[in-house]
């Protein structure tokens, strides 16, 4: 049998990642991320987990020169007020709000 680790724990996987053990246990509790279940509680990972852990949270550089993604209207008028939403605006008359709504 060769010496290299087969499984980590959620502390081992933290210290690669430079992260709590917490978030790495929880990241698992979720089904966020890859690992195996051993019993009830005990959770392990794989190299290959740890590997596809890290693509997946990789950020790729943007190229500055590159076209901005298009963005989503921010006019929600055509969504129109709610009973709830014009209760709110009359219980905080300091809050800028759009006076169509009254």
Known sequence: MSSERLTFSPEDVAEQLGTSAWWVREQ???GRIPH????KARIRFLQEHIDTLIQHFTVEERSLTA??????SL???ALGATSRSLASHRRRP?????????
């Open 75 to 77: 006019d929600l008028t």
């Open 36 to 39: 195996l279940r051993l019993g």
């Open 28 to 30: 698992a509790r979720r």
């Open 67 to 72: 076209e901005p993604p298009p963005t989503a």
């Open 94 to 102: 300091h809050v800028q709000g759009d006076s169509q709504l009254f």
